[in-house]
């Protein structure tokens, strides 16, 4: 089955880093543009960064920018987000998606991984 799987989520305190990580399943990370995106209790699913494939430009949402970046290793098939100076508004369910029509810019992720948490509390 074609997908993302997610890892590195966890709890932190407010001001702390962590480093999330993503790798797709059945498909190689070389030819596909890649986002990370996050869904709050109670709140829609919103974009965080993205990353082409190739050039690797990334995008940012501006509420991220300075704080979270994207980055990926098409050696190890792998996708990162570090995020430094976590905030408890940070807290959410991580997802990657990519593939299909989806060039960070315009389109829609075909595929979608099952997310991580993250929590951020004192």
């Known amino acids: 089955q074609l997908g993302f799987v997610e890892s590195g989520g966890g709890l932190v305190h407010p001001g702390g880093s962590l480093r999330l990580s993503c790798v797709p399943s059945?498909?190689?990370?070389?030819?596909?543009?890649v986002g990370w995106f996050r869904q709050a209790p109670g709140k829609d699913k919103e974009a965080v960064a993205c990353i082409r494939e190739g050039s690797g430009v990334t995008y940012y949402t501006d509420s991220m920018r300075g704080r979270f970046t994207i980055s990926r290793d098409d050696s190890k098939n792998t996708v990162y987000l570090q995020m430094n100076n976590l905030r408890p508004d940070d807290t959410a369910d991580y997802f990657c998606g990519g593939g299909g029509t989806y060039v960070c810019t315009e389109g829609d992720p075909r595929y979608w991984g099952q997310g991580t948490q993250v929590t951020v509390s004192s």
């Open positions: 059945g498909f190689t990370l070389q030819f596909a543009a």
